[in-house]
């Protein structure tokens, strides 16, 4: 834009130039053309002075040489003002060639410098690409140690728990078996105990029963002997009324005492006849005491003798 502007200028003053040396030629020539131009000729019959002819002839010829000289000058002025013009525009190229040197010398110094910079910069960038890469290559290399030795420890804690869970499970099996050794020495302790015990069992109730058999029989032999005992009594002491009859009977519910006292009697069911009835009544109370009740163990005399119920019929009594 600069060297545009270098050029227009020179450019612009050069032309004026020539068109006001242009002007001015144009002026000068049409006034000598005018003077010149044959002026049209007349008939017109006049005396000529000769006098006067020479005198216009010498201003006519000084004129003319007035007007070269002008022209000269003029033709002059115009050669050293286009010199002048040429000299500058000259110049100007010159210092329009000077300037785009320096500023193409000033470009040169700048794209070297941006060249150099640019390699400096890409010297840098493949050193910090380089330490980068040894970094990564260190920090991969760290990574790949750690991950190993992660691996390893891993490893290493999948075996020792692997082997402590096998250790487990072998101590639990044979804890497993000892329980079930156990339990099956138990169970069979146990049955053996049952076993015993149920047998041991079976022959106290044998015997228990056996002696409770026996010590039925003994009851009943004791209360079948007391029973004659008291019925032979009761029949001693019982006057049977003349209104009794076969098939007559009256219940009477004898409470005794441990020494065979005769604490109460009581009809609890009544023959139908009132005479018979209270003979037997009077018939137990009569009897008193009935001294070998005594004789009787207090167990079986509280479960078996202590209340009595005797049957008073004609026929005889029934226990």
Do not use: C
Request: glycine share 2%; aromatic share 4%.
């Amino acid at each position: 834009m600069d060297n545009y502007r270098n050029y227009v200028l020179p450019v612009i003053l050069a032309t004026l130039v020539h068109v006001m040396m242009l002007a001015l030629i144009a002026g000068q020539w049409f006034d000598f053309s005018e003077a010149q131009r044959p002026q049209p000729r007349h008939l017109q019959a006049r005396m000529i002075d000769m006098s006067s002819l020479q005198t216009d002839q010498a201003a006519a010829q000084q004129a003319a040489e007035q007007a070269r000289a002008q022209e000269q000058a003029r033709q002059a002025e115009q050669q050293r003002q286009e010199q002048a013009v040429a000299e500058q525009q000259r110049q100007e190229e010159q210092q329009r060639q000077e300037q785009q040197q320096r500023q193409e010398q000033q470009q040169r110094q700048e794209q070297q410098q941006r060249q150099q910079q640019e390699r400096e910069a890409e010297q840098q960038r493949q050193q910090e690409l380089v330490a980068q890469r040894e970094a990564e290559s260190r920090i991969r290399a760290e990574q790949e140690r750690q991950q190993q030795a992660e691996a390893e420890r891993q490893r290493r804690e999948e075996a020792e728990r692997q082997a402590a869970e096998e250790q487990q499970r072998q101590e639990e099996r044979r804890q497993a078996e000892e329980r079930q050794r156990q339990e099956a020495a138990k169970a069979q302790e146990e049955a053996q105990q049952r076993e015993a015990q149920a047998a041991q069992a079976q022959a106290e109730a044998e015997a228990r029963a056996e002696a409770q058999r026996a010590a039925q029989e003994a009851a009943n032999a004791v209360i079948g002997d007391i029973g004659s005992y008291i019925s032979a009594m009761l029949t001693r002491n019982w006057n049977i009324p003349a209104t009794a009859r076969t098939g007559m009977q009256a219940t009477v519910e004898i409470q005794l005492m441990p020494n065979g006292e005769i604490a109460d009697v009581r009809i609890v069911q009544s023959s139908g006849d009132l005479a018979f009835d209270r003979s037997a009544e009077q018939a137990v109370r009569r009897t008193e005491r009935l001294p070998r009740v005594a004789e009787v163990e207090p167990i079986l005399f509280e479960r078996r003798l202590r209340r009595t119920q005797v049957i008073f019929r004609p026929e005889g009594l029934r226990w």
